[in-house]
């Protein structure tokens, strides 16, 4: 078996391709299939995570009538998204007469039906909402700086449900693509599964996924080189490598804010220290093999 990295594909590189940011999305894409490439002819097996936000929400926009349900939108849109990406990385692997072929996975994550998440619903997600449906819908809402949108739990993930289909094609020497949005979260009803109304966070996933196919990388992947504190401001520091212990103080002086840098942290502490010897990354897109190197993005440690 090749060791096996698990690559995070940040939200930027799927962005809308009828928004403003379509070329630079369309960049960022190519940085990943190239990490993707370098790591299959480096001898690293490959499974791919990737976000779902504004395909949902563009989903959701049309649905108004609610005629589908919220984890049904995410299953659409991992089959949405992980068909564009086996489409190009397949003609890549073609072009290139590699071997390997990608393979999609719709993947269905479980959570506890207790999580404080769904007393508590804070994760937005749709549309803004009008007045109307603010007044009419049953939903949670919350106001947010754009307007009302509806809010979520956003559960902690607690077992990949189709993990033994993922081991296998892993085997199989597939790309797998899986994972999509943080997984189609769905609840335990003891004699079946149900899906609820959640968005599970795709780093948080991406952690899970890397422990539990024993990955010997979690690589995420975002718009940042490397990992900063005070970032933006005069004593702005690079950080290369970081300890548990490193991180643990950062957080504590509020450097990864929680809508942004701290899942990402939160994530890679929590690879590292479930699954010993796994290299936990961040980097930008086209940087993953000198990263894997300590020549770039910032390697989270266990000592």
């Not at 502490?269 to 990263?291: K, Y």
């Amino acid at each position: 078996m090749p060791r096996i990295a698990v690559y995070a594909i940040g939200g930027n590189a799927l962005s809308s391709p009828n928004g403003d940011d379509a070329v630079r999305s369309a960049e960022i894409l190519a940085h990943v299939m190239s990490d993707v490439i370098d790591l299959l002819e480096a001898g690293w097996g490959v499974v791919l995570t990737h976000g779902n936000g504004p395909q949902v929400g563009h989903l959701m926009e049309l649905d108004l009538e609610q005629t589908q349900t919220m984890d049904s939108w995410v299953s659409a849109t991992q089959g949405m998204i992980g068909h564009s990406l086996a489409l190009n990385l397949d003609s890549i692997l073609h072009r290139r007469q590699r071997p390997e072929r990608t393979a999609c996975i719709l993947t269905r994550v479980l959570v506890d039906g207790n999580d404080n998440g769904f007393q508590f619903p804070t994760k937005p997600v749709g549309p803004i909402l009008s007045a109307d449906a603010v007044m009419s819908s049953d939903w949670d809402i919350a106001e947010t700086i754009k307007g009302p949108r509806r809010v979520v739990a956003s559960p902690l993930p607690m077992k990949v449900i189709d993990l033994p289909v993922i081991q296998k094609l892993v085997e199989l020497h597939a790309v797998v693509v899986c994972g999509g949005g943080g997984g189609i979260p769905v609840v335990d009803k003891g004699d079946h599964f149900a899906g609820v109304p959640a968005v599970i966070d795709k780093d948080r996933l991406s952690a899970l996924l890397a422990i539990e196919l024993q990955a010997d990388a979690l690589i995420i992947s975002t718009a940042v080189d490397a990992v900063r504190t005070d970032f933006g401001g005069p004593n702005e520091k690079i950080h290369r490598r970081l300890s548990l212990d490193e991180c643990e103080k950062y957080i504590e002086q509020d450097e990864f804010p929680a809508g942004s840098m701290g899942p990402k942290i939160g994530s890679l502490m929590e690879a590292a220290l479930h699954r010993p010897g796994l290299q936990a990354i961040l980097c930008q897109p086209g940087d993953a093999l000198l990263a894997l190197r300590g020549d770039t993005g910032t390697t989270i440690h266990v000592g």
